[in-house]
């Protein structure tokens, strides 16, 4: 199982749905990243509850960079 | 009396419409009306639709050569082979061909999606266009608007309005006309085909990919120097980091100004007299072809790669060949989102397509050598 989010392509986080704590279950909607102009929706890679987010709403982030931590 | 008022009317342009000029103004209302309400390529074909007005205003000697204002912006900038090179230094300053450069094997579909622009060529050619013009019209498949504007100056200028118009109402038209093709050739499964990380590409390796082709590619196919040297010097303005300044003028100020100098004459060469025949018409539904080929011939080299690969390729990213970038590279990306919506295709789709920007200029490259007069 899973325990990291990370960036699955390059590009400029423009909405954010988790925090410390967010309950996430596999493949719900927990971001918003955009690449090519285009948004493209990031979905949760496991369940869990999240433990610490380390990027935010306007970083640029590279495709495999860490975005939260899982519990 | 009558002689008098009957002279100051044929001083009015009312006294030179023809039927067809009525046409045109309806074309290039349309034109306007798709880029102003459909947002289709609207940096492109507003102003191509606004020449196409003022060109079929009579009396108006827009396009009378060498005093007419717009035959002056066609002749020095499109005739002279000024704004298609011009716009391709911005092309190349916004460019990123890390992604080609990632997974190099990915430039074969940008040059498979190439075959497009050849079979559309012999076709063409064989439905009685002579051979340049068949040349000009196949290009058209390449999806490449200023390459089109270039190889018909050269070869065709008296296709260059319709080829234009094609070129650009079909890029704008990537997400209609290519996800069905796209879903009939592929299956869910090869939808659903995940690529690996890619290597990361350094620093020096995109610094070096600009000089390297210039030689590499002027070399080989002369022909092609104009559009590759200035793609290359753009994307060398990008890739140093030392001249943001002219890379920036490049996107930007220089790419908005020749850009509007590139539309307005090419409407212009759409005159009733000109434009309004069949054999000009139907280079629309070869355009469309061409467009439908490229796209096809782009999935089968995938799935033909895939055949003698380990590594499994997405064949989506064949049709990313064609080189409207960055639509297509989009397209592949929401196609394979519908398959599996973790399958975020886009970089990788980037790939094929820049590599197609520089394949369907080298095909323009070898059509100028073999057949410029």
């Not at chain 2, 266009?129 to 390449?142: D, L």
């Not at chain 2, 200028?157 to 704008?172: D, E, H, I």
């Not at chain 2, 000089?211 to 104009?226: E, K, N």
């Not at chain 2, 539309?263 to 139907?282: N, S, Y």
């Amino acid at each position: 199982m899973a325990n990291e989010v990370t960036a699955p392509l390059p590009g400029k986080i423009i909405r954010m749905d988790i925090e410390t704590g967010t309950t996430i279950e596999q493949d719900t909607e927990i971001m918003v990243i955009e690449a090519m102009k285009m948004e493209t929706i990031v979905y949760a890679p496991c369940d869990g509850v999240i433990e610490k987010v380390v990027k935010k709403v306007g970083d640029e982030v590279e495709e495999g960079d860490l975005i939260a931590t899982v519990a | 009396m009558i002689n008098n008022l009957h002279s100051l009317l044929n001083t009015t342009g009312f006294a030179h419409l023809t039927p067809g000029m009525i046409v045109m103004w309806c074309i290039g209302l349309i034109l306007i009306y798709l880029a102003i309400k459909k947002q289709y390529e609207p940096l492109l074909l507003l102003p191509i639709g606004f020449g196409i007005l003022l060109v079929n205003l009579p009396l108006s000697g827009l396009m009378e050569p060498d005093v007419g204002l717009l035959w002056k912006f066609y002749h020095y900038g499109i005739h002279w082979e000024i704004i298609p090179p011009l716009i391709f230094l911005g092309i190349g300053a916004f460019t990123d061909f890390g992604p080609m450069l990632a997974n190099p094997r990915l430039i074969f579909l940008g040059a498979g999606a190439q075959a497009g622009v050849y079979l559309t060529f012999f076709a063409s050619h064989a439905m009685g266009y002579n051979i340049m013009e068949a040349a000009t019209i196949g290009m058209i498949g390449g999806a490449d608007g200023p390459t089109t504007i270039f190889i018909a100056s050269k070869l065709a200028p008296q296709l260059l309005g319709a080829c234009a118009v094609a070129a650009y109402s079909y890029m704008a038209m990537v997400p209609i006309i290519q996800p069905p093709i796209m879903r009939l050739m592929t299956t869910k499964a090869e939808r659903k085909i995940r690529m690996a990380k890619p290597r990361p590409v350094s620093k020096r390796e995109k610094l070096l990919f600009p000089i390297v082709s210039t030689f590499l590619i002027i070399l080989l196919i002369p022909a092609s120097a104009p559009l590759i040297a200035m793609l290359m010097l753009g994307n060398l303005f990008r890739e140093s980091g030392v001249v943001e300044r002219l890379k920036g003028a490049a996107q930007n100020e220089l790419m908005n100004i020749v850009t509007i100098f590139l539309g307005l004459p090419i409407g212009a060469t759409m005159h009733a007299d000109i434009f309004l025949q069949p054999k000009v018409l139907f280079i629309f539904v070869l355009g469309l072809i061409a467009f439908i080929l490229s796209t096809v011939t782009g999935l089968l080299l995938a799935k033909l790669m895939n055949l003698f690969s380990k590594e499994k390729i997405n064949p989506l990213l064949g049709a990313a060949g064609v080189s409207a970038v960055p639509m297509a590279a989009r397209v592949v990306h929401k196609v394979g989102i519908e398959a599996d919506k973790r399958n975020y295709l886009i970089m990788y789709a980037m790939g094929p397509n820049v590599a197609g920007v520089i394949g369907t200029v080298i095909a323009a490259g070898i059509f100028i050598t073999l057949l410029a007069p």
